[in-house]
């Protein structure tokens, strides 16, 4: 990466400022003196720059009044209906991450830039840098997966088994911004540690079948493939090493374009020879069971690589253990998967919906990559001074894609509870709010969710309507004939049942109530 | 605030780079190219600019070499043992907030940057601004409070009940970082609307009462005042209006400080008349409960105040609410109480630990704020283009220096359990691995927490060994017998009990001793 010195643009904008103001006047080079540029835009040179300073300073002004308040772009409020959603999701896979044995962890959410540069190719200029403040120069993360490496390499962390649910921030330009959000929750699994082949990888894509399954999402595919496949194929098709980036990249997009569109893009865009090209193409089109695995191995050039055949008796392997954690019919060796990121080294996976049942005749269509990760062995040492390895294997659930499908379904079929309220404490008549704050006080300390109104005197039907709009099953209703009997008028929202019960028996009651239910 | 137009810091350096090399050369304003910087760090003009250059390249390479692996600077990891800790915190406050009937709320961690500024007064210069990439200016969040506000004016909500976990930011100056982190997480919840006076006031008190007590932080007092109060004392004792703000910050340290060092202050640093300082000793001095309210409200001073009127006749009705819900004797009503945040209106109230059985001797000592809140009246209507207000009451409960207590007693007192695995599937003998897999499988299918090693034969030893240091109470045992007779061996942990149990109901016994415990 390139550095600047520890100037600020504000320093370098005066720098230059001063240097070019006036325009065409001597130079000043030698006599420079830095101060801060005050107010308005600073304007590169021109004619008329005063006028032009003078512009920009109203259309700041312009700008500040006209000022609308909003979530910066690429993000949004999650608002009750939606964190009602997201907690159902997240306890999904909490769960399933704890089931697995993995404990929690937490990190910042900058990290030092220098931790992030270097590790996501291209991507890394999708990366949020904080301003420069003084002192240290910070980004925010990109992913789980760096500031896990960071973690273990910083505490020498040689074995682990953790989860960790937290938000991550891509600058993801415009155009590609259909569906994508700049700021988004990741749940991630990952095993570190040096274990026997393949154990740890297939219990990862057990997590993933695990996770879809339990959030009915539909029919779904996993597919799989091998970092060292895909290079020794490039290998032994004849791309040259320092293509393999952009091909790998090229070959990612089967599916989401025809092979003949991709094949136009190697030859064209990326001028590799038509042969070439064609034998990457009798590869990354077939997709399949172990039968596949075991063919390729027999293949006459795969066979002759070592990498490939290494992945090759990886890919057996774990076929293997996932055939006895029954879940290989939804697993799909695909050559064609090469997933984006930089550090993966071995076995990689994406999980795809695929639109079931079809209407009037559609094809069915994959919805996009909703689970998805890797072996990447090499990462962690890339923090340890001497470059000590721990390897890793993990994935990543994207909350985001899953969230968009979870809602839409329970929009269109039940009515979503955004709060869990046992109990509305109502009063039947005027000037009971006493009476209301005391019984609302039990039944909070005994653990009821409770809620009241908080008016003095609310209309008996605006506390009943109260319960009908936010989904309050019971209301607990004081009134003169109540206080008088000593007891509390418990009325059911659905049914409109009521019953009095003893005022020493109400919370009880309430208790036997919502177990039941 | 001043604006820079779109260009970078690297074209602001380009350009003036451009302008100072050759140093001396002819000026080359008028025909200027902008190009990137390469290499090393761009140095500003003087003699030997080639050499400077070289030097700078140099240390920035040492630099690099030195790059320590840490976090930012006042942020930290929270690894396994403190996630445990943090989890049981936050299960008690959220199911506290959800008692209480609050709805979720997200926000994004950043907002744009005029959203935030003019909001916390003195404190803004704490916000940590994203750099300028291009498009919209950010910063972290300071509060979940700001956006909150924003959150409403937004979206037009007039009455809503919401609680909101997240991360805030604050470049806090190391000077007072003892004890105090940049990034750390809040809990929030808040009533929004116009309701009758002090009832959703007494209902945010019950809410920090509640917590404490579940939290079991040992004895606590939660100070009580209103800004009204406040602004009407400096007022009839003469502070002048443009004094508030800092004598408000200079009475907060009441407590922290001696009265006769805060009225040093006062006197010397604020230049306060020594008999204005007198009269707000006098009444900063006193704390109590209703009685003190009461005898206020006949105070000749302020009895002539209408804002201190306002204040001491809400908070004598906030006092008898708070007898209903029964907590008045951890409630203090205390002049000194200011809080530092501008947006408060009202009501404001701050709750501390008390050292409780100071050892050999020590005075009891207050351990600093872990829940403040307040009325902001005002701030919703800052964002709205018509100034329309939304009333609003909440709390924030300060994770960090609960967790820190928490964390001390855990440590102290009891195995912390990072983990909730039921049962590890074991192998008595090589070559079990596939009947392992298997049977973890299912079990994992059953909802049990299972672990195995990702070993393909550890020993018997290794794996009882992991059981007893990870906390894991079963293992289910498979060996050659076993196998044989159609069995798995479960064994306990603690008592080293072994049993026999049907292969097929394996599950069912699992499940039933776990439901016992």
Redesign the interface.
């Known amino acids: 990466m390139?550095?600047?010195?520890p100037?600020?643009?504000?320093a370098?904008?005066a720098?230059?400022l001063q240097?070019?103001r006036p325009?065409?006047?001597?130079?000043a080079?030698?006599t420079?003196h830095?101060r801060?540029?005050?107010?308005?835009?600073?304007?590169?040179?021109g004619r008329e720059f005063a006028e032009a300073r003078l512009k920009?300073q109203l259309e700041?002004d312009k700008e500040?009044s006209n000022?609308v308040?909003?979530?910066?772009?690429g993000?949004?409020?999650?608002?009750?209906q939606?964190?009602?959603i997201?907690?159902k999701i997240l306890t999904a896979v909490i769960s399933c991450f704890?089931?697995?044995?993995?404990?929690?962890?937490?990190?910042?959410?900058?990290?030092?830039k220098?931790?992030l540069t270097e590790k996501y190719g291209e991507n890394s200029r999708l990366i949020?840098?904080?301003?420069?403040?003084g002192?240290?120069l910070?980004a925010?993360r990109y992913d789980l997966t760096v500031p896990f490496a960071?973690?273990l390499?910083?505490?020498k962390i040689k074995k682990?088994k953790?989860y960790h649910i937290g938000?991550v921030?891509r600058?993801e330009s415009p155009s590609i911004t259909q569906g994508r959000y700049r700021?988004f929750c990741q749940c991630d699994f990952d095993?570190a540690?040096h274990?026997?082949p393949m154990?740890?990888d297939?219990?990862c894509l057990?997590i993933i079948y695990?996770i879809l399954n339990a959030l009915q999402l539909g029919d779904f595919l996993i597919k799989v493939n091998d970092r060292r496949i895909l290079h020794g194929m490039f290998a032994v098709c004849g791309v040259p090493d320092n293509k393999f980036h952009l091909i790998s990249a090229s070959v990612d997009k089967l599916g989401k374009m025809s092979w003949k569109d991709v094949r136009q893009e190697m030859v064209g865009k990326m001028a590799l020879a038509p042969e070439v090209a064609d034998c990457i193409g009798v590869y990354i089109q077939q997709h399949g069971g172990v039968s596949l695995v075991e063919q390729l191995l027999q293949d006459p050039k795969l066979s002759q690589n070592k990498q490939a055949q290494e992945g090759l008796r990886d890919l057996k392997l774990l076929f293997e253990?996932l055939t006895?954690?029954?879940i290989t019919e939804k697993i799909s060796f695909d050559l064609s998967l090469a997933r984006g990121l930089d550090y993966y080294t071995g076995v990689i996976y994406e999980a795809v919906l695929l639109q079931t049942a079809a209407r009037q005749g559609e094809e069915p269509l994959g919805v996009g990559s909703v689970a998805a990760g890797g072996r990447y062995d090499g990462l962690v040492g890339m923090?340890d001074p001497k470059g000590r390895k721990v390897p890793c294997v993990g994935l990543s659930v994207g909350v985001e894609r899953i969230f968009s499908i979870v809602e839409q379904r329970m929009e269109a079929t039940e009515k979503i509870q955004?709060?869990?309220?046992q109990v509305l404490v109502a009063a039947a008549q005027k000037n009971f709010?006493?009476e209301r704050?005391?019984l609302i006080?039990e039944l909070?300390?005994a653990?009821?969710?409770?809620?009241m109104l908080?008016?003095?005197n609310p209309s008996f039907l605006t506390q009943l309507h109260y319960c009908e709009e936010t989904g309050i099953p019971l209301v607990a209703i004081i009134g003169e004939q109540e206080l008088k009997d000593g007891v509390i008028k418990l009325r059911s929202v659905a049914s409109r049942e009521e019953v009095d019960i003893k005022r020493e028996n109400i919370v009880t009651e309430i208790q036997r109530r919502m177990s039941e239910s």
């Open positions: 390139q550095r600047l010195g100037w600020s643009r504000e370098w904008a720098l230059a240097l070019l325009p065409r006047a001597p130079c080079g030698a420079l830095f801060r540029v005050q107010g308005g835009l600073v304007q590169p040179p920009t700041s500040k000022f308040i909003k979530t910066p772009k993000t949004r409020d999650l608002g009750p939606q964190m009602a997201r907690e704890k089931r697995h044995g993995a404990k929690g962890l937490d990190t910042p959410a900058f990290e030092l220098e931790v949020y840098e904080l301003k420069d403040q002192g240290e910070l925010l960071r973690y390499a910083m505490n682990i953790r938000k921030w600058r700021e095993i540690g274990f026997d154990i740890p297939a219990e057990k695990e253990y006895l954690f029954g923090f955004v709060t869990e309220t709010l006493k704050m005391k006080a909070w300390d653990g009821i969710k409770a809620e908080y008016k003095k």
